[in-house]
């Protein structure tokens, strides 16, 4: 219900984009992914959303590729159906008209025309089939590609900010600040009694 300004959404997709730490491999595979937040339980749905629309983009992708050749293989298939019913039509016909075939050499020539031209579609239908099966097999079979090895669990301990760390990295830095101080203090008394020598 609530109505985000254009403004507050590019501020919060800018904040998504930048919790979100990933390794890849060479050939592109994501090897890890993570979320930092500040609520463990929203780094989990965030990751989650986030594989789940990966998975789906990659299988809207591959269909895509997929959707051109599937449509050509098809209606070539149908196109191929539609010759080869016609021309086995042809050959019944040619075949009921003429059954003293084996007395006129000219009609067994034009018969093995015939037999030939329905041999040749019914292979190009056939080919035709098997490739748009392999098409169809593989669809099924690449979909299945992204896998997730281990799923997004809440984190047992705070990543950040480290306590420990901070506290240490404040107290040497105090110490470092304290030196320089008394460095500077005994650099100007130093300097002073020059002065008043000279």
Known sequence: ?????????????????????????????????????FE????????DQYVKELKNIYTETFREKNIDKKNFLNGRLVDTQKELTSAENILKDFKEKNRDIF??????????????NVTVLTEVYIQLRSEFEMLLVNEKANMNVFKIIDSAEIP???????????VLVTFFMSILFINFIFYLEFYIKSNKEEIKKS
């Open 156 to 166: 047992l301990s705070r990543v950040s900010p480290n306590n420990t760390n901070n």
């Open 103 to 116: 007395k006129s050499p000219e009609l067994l020539t034009q018969q093995n025309r015939l037999l030939r």
């Open 40 to 47: 463990p339980k929203l780094s989990v749905e965030i990751l």
């Open 1 to 37: 219900t609530i109505q985000f300004t254009e403004r507050e959404r590019r501020s919060a997709l800018l904040k998504l984009q930048e919790s979100l730490i990933h390794t890849t491999e060479k050939n592109g595979i994501i090897k890890t992914m993570g979320v930092s937040s």
